[in-house]
């Protein structure tokens, strides 16, 4: 099939399976006339990149995935360890966005939010980033 179907069945745009392709993520074989012609392997590997990367795992992680996927004598625990490590940056992640949601909703109660020029965001936004008199930024 030609990589408009394959992005069909697979889910992903052509552009992402040519950049897929171009970091050696898949290698679809090519027809005398150069194009690419995908098989059902190649459109299965594209659909588990697709999820793989919808549940936010890097390229390099994703290019690790494939590869314990494709070796049949692979242990779970390496898949289960990389899964881990992937599951601790979201956690952190997550924690950083409430903090950041914390300190928003914050700003946002303590702003009046009429017609008055003073703003207690504007004012929290500029707080770090004062310029003194000799030019150089306080902290």
């Known amino acids: 099939m030609n990589i408009g179907n394959a992005a069909e069945a697979s889910g992903l745009p052509a552009k992402t399976i040519r950049y897929y392709e171009e970091i050696g993520l898949i290698r679809p074989r090519r027809d005398a006339n150069g194009y690419r012609a995908f098989g059902r392997r190649d459109v299965h590997k594209l659909a588990f990149l697709a999820r793989a ?45 409430q903090g950041l949601r914390e300190t928003l909703a914050q700003l946002v109660a303590a702003c009046a939010g009429d017609h008055r020029p003073d703003c207690p965001i504007l004012a929290d936004l500029a707080r770090d980033s004062a310029i003194t008199d000799m030019g150089e930024v306080s902290r």
Do not use: P
């Not at 919808?54 to 990389?82: N, T």
């Open 53 to 97: 990367r919808a549940l936010g795992f890097s390229i390099e992680e994703c290019r690790a995935l494939i590869g314990l996927y494709e070796d049949e004598k692979r242990a779970s625990e390496d898949v289960k360890a990389l899964t881990r490590e992937h599951l601790k940056r979201i956690d952190t992640r997550i924690a950083e966005l």
